[in-house]
């Protein structure tokens, strides 16, 4: 039995978003007519091209994050926080497609999920290390 259910689902929906916001780029390619490996065109592509450039940057944090929180502090805990991270790439990524500025909302939203999973793991971690190293 695993015993990380809810970290997993969290993670499994993160990785959709993020295989999402590659489709877009396909799509956004496709539209534009920009043929791989050119990364600039007209402004509608480039945001697409970043909103999927910044989630791949985002995760590198995130995923870590998630899962030093699930097994040092709780499942639970972590799948709760860590749910705020696709749901901000989400709004993130809406934002972003109609104007750079209406990205801001949704990335905080992600950048305090994972900033609050870095806290609890660094937590969790000091707090092993502590009890057996004492």
């Not at 007209?42 to 030093?68: C, I, K």
């Not at 801001?104 to 609050?116: E, L, V």
């Amino acid at each position: 039995m695993f015993d990380y259910p809810l970290s997993g689902l969290v993670t499994l929906l993160t990785l959709l978003v993020f295989f999402w916001t590659a489709m877009r780029v396909g799509s956004a390619r496709a539209k534009h007519q920009i043929k791989a490996p050119v990364h600039d065109g007209p402004e509608d592509f480039v945001r697409v091209l970043r909103v999927y450039a910044n989630t791949h940057e985002m995760l590198v944090l995130f995923l870590p994050a998630l899962w030093l929180c699930a097994l040092t502090i709780s499942d639970f805990w972590a799948a709760l926080i860590g749910l705020l991270f696709p749901i901000g790439r989400v709004l993130y990524a809406l934002g972003y497609y109609k104007a750079t500025e209406k990205r801001n909302r949704g990335f905080m939203i992600g950048f305090i999920s994972t900033c609050a999973l870095l806290l609890g793991a660094a937590i969790g971690l000091l707090h092993s290390a502590y009890a057996i190293y004492r």
